[in-house]
């Protein structure tokens, strides 16, 4: 038993909690890259300080989530004190990190929104959301590095970090104001940097699901083109609701054009035929609109 963030917590259990957390929530909306998350984590388990790729409120966050998820017959009734928990005191270590904020207090940020949306608080959750954004944006996560990286600012694991922190703080951004029917944070027209790198385990690995059959996660790609997508209808997302355009009709029609076109340059791994006769992938289905 050890204490993250003043919460305790068995390593067995931690484990579990992210496994449920890299299997159901980062494959469908990626926040986190895997492989340096990881691999800070086991060098620090203990150390409560924060580090380039792994803090206690980020974890802690990955935490509540995943116990959100958790349908373990031993702590399933126990699971939304548990998730609650890690989430409060996640709160709690975020004020301390605000001061001197990093990527893992946006990617924290941003997973407490999706947890508060999936308890149906939609105020906190708009909340977290539009802090995720607004200090990503302060930090320049939506600009190319690639100069850092070439002056050795920044490494290239560092930028990629970076990146997947910015793109799940869009798609989460795209999504929650979309069902929330206000405008979103994003001014796309600034937005620089690159898309992940599709080579890592989290796209070439297989799913940690429960099935029969092993698939090959795709949580890499799938996050992409569900970006991919919200990018082209970036016009219509942005003056659905304004009461000063009045081609609304045209936009829509426009709209509906891309992502038909959208939807037939899908790879196949990504697409889920109508006469399909095996299950999906769980992440792949938000881009079958």
Sequence with gaps: MRQVGMVDVSSAREDHLLGLFWTWQNAWLRVVAREPFEREREARRGNDACGRFCSPALLLAMLALGAHYD???EEN???EEAGEAFASR????LLHEGEAPSPTTVQ??????VREMALDREGPSGMYCGMAVRMALSLGLHLDCGRCVAEGLLSAEQAEVRCVAWWGCYLLDKQLNIGLG?????LDCLVTVKWPDEACEEERGAWGGEREDD?????VSCSIYACRMLLEVVEIL???YSPNKPDKPGMATDAYL?????????PAPLRVPRAATTRALPHVYQLQY
């Design 77 to 79: 009734a126990k699971g």
């Design 71 to 73: 349908s373990d017959s």
């Design 90 to 93: 996640a709160k709690i270590m």
């Design 238 to 240: 942005d003056n659905i």
């Design 182 to 186: 206000r405008p979103s944070g994003v």
């Design 215 to 219: 698939m090959v996660a795709r949580g």
């Design 258 to 266: 891309r992502l038909t076109s959208f939807y037939n340059a899908l």
């Design 108 to 113: 924290a940020l941003a997973l407490l929104s």
